[in-house]
C-alpha cells in the first residue's frame, strides 16, 4: 500500500513538474532575445488573462491603467487622454475583456526582414504595452503601432518588428475610453 501511493505521489509530482517547467519555458522563450526566431502562427507572448494583475497602455493619444492586487479582484481601470478630457475610472466591461484577451495572446502574421525603421513610423507615434501577471518572470512589454490603412498592427520587440494578428480594434477600443472598455 505504501509503494503505490508513493509511486502515484511521484507520478503525480512529475507530471506537475513537467506541466509547469513546459509553461516556464514556453513563457520565458516569448520574453528572450529569442524572439527573433518567431515564426507566422506562433506567439510572441502568451499568457492567461485570468493570471493578469496589471496592464498598461501609453500612447501618444492615451494612457490607460488596469489593475487589481490579487487575480480574485476586480480590475480598477483609470484612463487618460491627451485631449484634454478630464480623468476617467472605468467599471470592467465586455469591452475591456476584449481588450485584455487581445493583449495576453499575441500572435505573428509574419516578420518584417531588415525593415527601415524609420519607415514603420515615428517612435513617438508607437504606443507601449506593458503586462505583468502573478509569476515572479519578468512582466512583457512591446510597441505597437497601427500601421496605415492596412488595418494591420505591427509590433516591436527590441530590433524586432512583426506584422501581428491583433485585431486593430484593440487600438480604438483603448483609444476611446471609459465609453468602450466598460460597454
Known sequence: MVRKSSALQLLVTAALSAVVTLGISRRLFHQSANTADVGPGEEVFAVDPGSVLELSFRSDRSRLL?????????????FAAADGRPLERCIVGK????????????RVRRVLREPSLSAAGPRRQWAELFVRDNTELEPFRIELLASGESQEILGRIDQ??????TDRRLLDVVNAGCSALGK
Open 66 to 78: 488596469a489593475f487589481r492586487w490579487k487575480t480574485a479582484d476586480p480590475f480598477d481601470i483609470v
Open 95 to 106: 469591452g475591456f475583456e476584449e481588450v485584455l484577451g487581445g493583449f495576453t495572446t499575441i
Open 160 to 165: 524586432t518588428i512583426y506584422v501581428l494578428e
